[in-house]
């Protein structure tokens, strides 16, 4: 199954974690939405990612073949059982223009933008810059308003 990662799971570490055989395919974008911030998470201690539609937008990520029998961790792991996000299934464009079929997740219940943690921000810039996004979306993730610790 293709997976398009835009948050802590463009990380190769953090998505391995979960999904040990996973492998890279492909960076590429999904037009016509935004990153955001619509969830609140304890654990991660600020505001989670999300994709939300929105005309003219695009939302940089990573597409990696998810074997079927580990999507279920990637479930566990997006709390689709406690409604945090839920599946979505989407069609991303790759540098070269060609578009692919993929599952994302996004959020269930939204709430205003919520500031996102430094820790986890700087989690979500590894992973994009691990996997050599476009420099300019790496500097408009650089640019978000973060949680300073103790916020």
């Not at 939405?33 to 005309?55: E, I, K, M, N, W």
């Not at 989407?90 to 540098?95: D, F, G, M, N, Y």
Request: proline share 5%; aromatic share 10%.
């Amino acid at each position: 199954m293709k997976y398009f990662a835009y948050g802590s799971n463009m990380s190769w570490e953090e998505l391995r974690a979960w999904c040990p055989n996973a492998e890279f395919v492909t960076i590429a974008r999904l037009p016509n939405y935004r990153l955001d911030f619509t969830r609140h998470s304890r654990r991660r201690q600020g505001g989670v990612a999300d994709v939300v539609p929105s005309s003219g937008d695009e939302v940089w990520g990573v597409v990696y073949d998810i074997p079927s029998d580990e999507l279920a961790a990637l479930d566990r792991k997006e709390g689709i059982a406690k409604d945090a996000y839920r599946r979505l299934h989407v069609r991303v464009t790759e540098p070269s223009g060609q578009r692919v079929r993929a599952l994302t997740y996004t959020v269930v219940h939204k709430v205003p933008t919520e500031l996102p943690s430094e820790r986890y921000l700087d989690l979500i810039l590894k992973g994009a810059r691990e996997r050599r996004l476009p420099a300019e979306y790496v500097r408009k993730l650089e640019q978000i308003e973060r949680r300073r610790s103790g916020d």
